[in-house]
């Protein structure tokens, strides 16, 4: 069936949109108002759009970090670890590079992210690799360690004495923020974000490094046998993932905050896995996923206060989606094989 | 009352273009053994997957003792008391044997009691015609004793009909006959009708009582087996047209060495010594069989020399060179290599029959230009290999996992043996190539391997069957214990001495 990818998604996006007007109905609000308030605010004016695709870019960028693993039937969670240590790393150097020239210090800055978040998902694929520790497990441990280190540093050496509520390092410099794409408050970090699933889809779909990839993770065995050096090749899908968070950290640096603070751990990590998921670890899917959830999210203070709702509102309806893309997928499959074709 | 426990009607089952199933009939008797027969992807796995609701059937119907039955999935079919144990191994292989047994149930309470559990499955295994280890992790039982694991399981759910889709391809012939034995005397004692899939003759003509032979999809015959004969059933099998080419073994003079194994020793999964300084050197033309009971080494050989398991000592020379499985040298040696269980071992259920049999070559020209795949050469080529080697379905973008088990064994021949662009193939290690295929495969297989023999090659042939070994070898070693314990050559070789040698009891008169 040609039209199933899209009657997959679509399907359950209704759904959960029904699932969850009960629900903001049993909650006291008109579910025909709030599916309004969430159009507007994600999708209805230009104003929201912008919103929308500011909240995406990172989000884009952390789902990647679970899909390109995902390939290897390895499961990433530490999206949010490598978004910190990314976002830390970003602003060490961008300090360190105050004095250069803002191109060079923007390179600098996404470089030493892009490291600083491969080097860490790259420990976990090589501990999965070596050591057989389990990677859903020692990357989640990583999230905690990653975001201990950031406020350990940020409210200690590193602390801009000016910053009282709350505590972050200097500030990188106006001049080198990362700019907006044309007359838009979007940023660059979008452009980033679809840029690296457009790569990585390619290097997936099209490169010798993307059937490496499917052999691995099709059946370690028959790699082996090939002679693929499978280590290698986990540690280097472990990079790449883990570099697409730390860019993700690098440009909420560069182009939100200015300085790395607490607000790097804002759940981008987290809500990247769902996205991953959702949109079947698919490069290209992940864009349209990453903008829903990203509209999702610019819509949740209009939710808040036109409709009088809790503020964890939007992670039901999150919540919701993610759930029956994941059912819809597993009924799917198995009507498939009833029928005896490729599922 | 009927006599028949089941009746398939007209059962036809289309896979895209391909016909799997045209209007296929088939009555099992109770209490007794019917045989289904055919050549790889005559459609026999998916006939049975069809009977237990595994696929719902284009047309025709599924009667149960007289009465239709639909038969939606594998869940009803158990309620009616129908069992089936698949092609491949359906166990979990972390838990332990117990834990399988009791989550095989379908209706599972929600708290399960285990140790009420333990004790009711210890009782009832006593009385079952396989006793096993309850507390054995299924990880670390032979092949051998997972099928028994699958047959015991389904016989703990009282099914009166058990369908055994090629429950011996993975057993030696002594252990067959274990099998085969105790599950004829079920049916005799308790009524039990068994449907079972194979490719040996020799099993269809001891145990069962009737046969039916499936053709491309087609019935081609139903009998009793009092009134057939080998041949009779062969035909029946192909067609009329089938003749037995001898094997053409080509004197060589004397040559080099190409595969040197020196002093090699592995490790199992549990760490313990599976090999113990073992030293063998294969030269260019010549097949060294290595004979044995399995577990007692060889699948840790093949698997060091596969690159699939490091090995703890020793050399592994090819060419001359130093060898460590790297995919550089195994293409610039020509080291080739079969394992056995090609879809366990050899291939990604999930990628189509074309990247399957690109795996040796898809990072070289012309299947890859700059680092970018050219998937329209993989599939040319793939055309091409799927006819020379009678894959069917003969589209090369079908999965590799959907295609029958005989057909993915080809298709992984196809890869390891067949077009090669000019570069010579100067190993070949081989184990067991001729599990699950039928017999006009088996001489074909054997061609090609005494072909890649008589063109240069070193061919290490590891096979649990010795026949197998004494027709194809030049030289003969037995492995016990993780030691070749005896040399012999095909022309030498008495049955009883290797068989002897093979259970560990070499005697004084040892060569090592
Ligand atoms: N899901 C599927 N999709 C496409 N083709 C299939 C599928 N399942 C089976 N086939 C093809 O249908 C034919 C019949 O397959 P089947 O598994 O019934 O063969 P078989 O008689 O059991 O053979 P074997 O002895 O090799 O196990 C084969 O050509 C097989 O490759
Ligand atoms: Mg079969």
Redesign the pocket.
Known sequence: MAFAPFLIPLTALALSLLLFGGFVSLAGANALEVYHSIYRGAFGTWFSWQNTLVSAAPLMLTALCTALPARLGLIVIGGEGAVVLGGLAAALTGLALIEANPWVALFGMALAAMLAGGLLIGLVGWLRHSRNVNETISSLLFNYISIAILSFLVIGVLRDPETLNKPSTHHIGETHMLGALGESSIHWGFGFGLIACLLLWILYKRTVFGFAVDMVGGNARAARLSGLPVGRIVFLVCLMGGAAAGLAGMVEVAAVHGRANTSLNAGYGYEGILIAFAARHHPLAIVPMAILFGGIRAAGSLMQRDHDLPDATSLVLQGMIFILLLASEAVFAHLARKR???A | MSNLALEAINVSKR??E?R?LDRVSLKLAKGGIHALL??????????VKCIVGFYTPDEGEVLLGERQQTIANPRDAHDLGIGMVY?HFTLIPNMTVLENLVLARPHLPAVIDWKKERRAIGERMARMPFQLPLDASVNHLAAGEKQKLEIVKQLLLDVKVLIL??PTSVLTPDEADEVLGRIRDMTRESGLSVLI?T?KFREVMTYADDVTV?RR?KHAGSARVSDVDVKGLAEMMVGSEFSQTALAREAVAEQPVKLDIAGLSVEDDSGMSAIHALSLKVKAGEIVGIAGVSGNGQRELVEVLAGQRPSAGGEIRVMGEVYAGRRRDLLRHGFHCLPEEPLRNASVARMSVAENLAFRRFDQAPFSVGGFLRRGAMAVAAARAIVDFKV??PTPD?PIG??????VQRAILARELGERQGRPMNVLVVANPCF?L?FTAVAEIHGRIMAARNAGAAVLLVSEDLDEILELSDRIHVMSAGRLVYETTPQAAEPIVIGRHMAGHGGENHVH
């Open positions: 005896g074709g490729a | 896979f895209g391909l799997a055919g050549e790889n992807g005559a459609g026999k796995s998916t006939l092609q889709d090629e899939i490719h499936l999809g069917r379905p079908t959907d295609l029958s088990g005989g057909n699950g039928d």
